[in-house]
């Protein structure tokens, strides 16, 4: 049974950091790419960063140049360093993984381009 754990949510002032992890269980995912998506009450769910398997990553506009996605295939995770966090980042973050196309350079950021997600770890940034 494959299984995505995502943790380090909390909550955080404005202007702080927190790091998700995503620890990957039930499938090898150092081949593939593995993203990051958030979903904010009322709305849809959309695209932080990803990074391939190569360690090429992409980033939303709204956060890049604060947050960082990084990847450790010999521990089947992946990361996300939030920094100068804002209160519009205050969501659910899930974690992804591609399970399609492995050894893929090109860096996904559609959520259909993911085949298994975590449950999610809250994310709340006062001001």
């Known amino acids: 049974q494959v299984q995505l754990v995502e943790s380090g949510g909390g909550l955080v002032q404005a202007g702080g950091s927190l790091r998700l992890s995503c620890a990957a269980s039930g499938r090898t995912f150092s081949s593939y790419p593995l993203g990051w998506f958030r979903q904010a009450p009322g709305k849809e769910r959309e695209f932080v960063a990803a990074?391939?398997?190569?360690?090429?990553?992409r980033y939303a506009d709204s956060v890049k140049d604060r947050f960082t996605i990084s990847r450790d295939n010999a521990k089947n995770s992946v990361y996300l360093q939030m920094n100068s966090l804002k209160p519009e980042d205050t969501a659910v973050y899930y974690c992804?993984?591609?399970?399609?196309?492995?050894?893929?350079?090109?860096?996904?950021?559609?959520?259909?381009?993911?085949?298994?997600w975590g449950q999610g770890t809250q994310v709340t940034v006062s001001s």
């Open positions: 990074i391939t398997w190569t360690g090429s990553t």
């Open positions: 992804a993984a591609d399970y399609k196309h492995p050894y893929r350079n090109y860096v996904p950021s559609d959520s259909g381009e993911y085949v298994y």
